[in-house]
């Protein structure tokens, strides 16, 4: 049997015939462009601007640092510190409040980014205990018994304030008698805080 050859079909009559000829063998025609869906939202862990209302609200500008993705990443924070501490007591103040600044509810466009917090609400802090370097943290919660992604966050939002030396590093202790020790916030903790915990080392009393 021969094959039966198609008469070439110029132009848009060739388009309009093809057309017909496929809507007869059951293939519906599309139109260009295709919609594959909505445009995607904010990309992960990136906000499109800045929160304004951490920079203008009144108090001391800080960072405190949040989880997005698998890493910590700096966000902007405003805290009021009362004037007139001595420098161990405004330690414990300014500790205090970027503690309140890590459990506080994130704005919305954070959240729509993804930024999250896994230090428990209620957390506290005092100054050193006789014994204590007189730059000690006592927290309310064991540093032993955060999960390592809060710890890591608690220490790398203290360790680049003002309740630390600058350094990079921040001692801290429970309210056991557990001696206190020192802690850094590294590049490695930040990248990863759930698989590299801040190194730490025991620190002797002042």
């Known amino acids: 049997m021969t094959a ?18 496929l809507a007869g063998c059951g293939i519906r025609a599309t139109e260009v462009p295709t919609d594959y869906g909505p ?3 904010r990309v992960r862990c990136s906000l499109a601007e800045p929160d304004v209302s951490a920079r203008t609200a009144p ?17 902007d924070r405003t805290v009021r510190v009362p004037d007139g501490a ?11 409040a ?36 007189e730059d000690t943290l006592r927290l309310g919660t064991d540093p032993d018994d955060l999960t390592s992604y809060a710890l890591a966050q608690v220490v790398c939002t203290l360790s680049d304030s003002a309740a630390a030396e600058g350094d990079g590093s921040v001692v801290l202790a429970g309210p056991s008698d557990r001696p206190a020790r020192r802690y850094v916030c590294t590049d490695e903790v930040r990248a990863r805080p759930g698989s590299n915990e801040p190194p730490s080392g025991e620190v002797a009393g002042g």
């Open 86 to 96: 001595a420098d161990s007591g405004r330690r414990v103040l300014v500790a205090q």
């Open 98 to 133: 970027l503690l309140n600044q890590l459990t506080a509810p994130s704005p919305a466009a954070e959240k729509e980014a993804g930024y999250t917090t896994d230090v428990s609400r209620g957390i506290t802090v005092t100054g050193p205990r006789p014994g204590d370097p």
């Open 59 to 75: 108090g001391v500008p800080v960072q405190v640092f949040l989880l997005c993705g698998s890493s910590l990443v700096a966000v």
């Open 4 to 21: 039966r050859r198609l008469p070439a079909l110029p132009g848009l009559a060739g388009l309009a015939a093809l057309a017909a000829l």
């Open 39 to 41: 445009a995607p939202s």
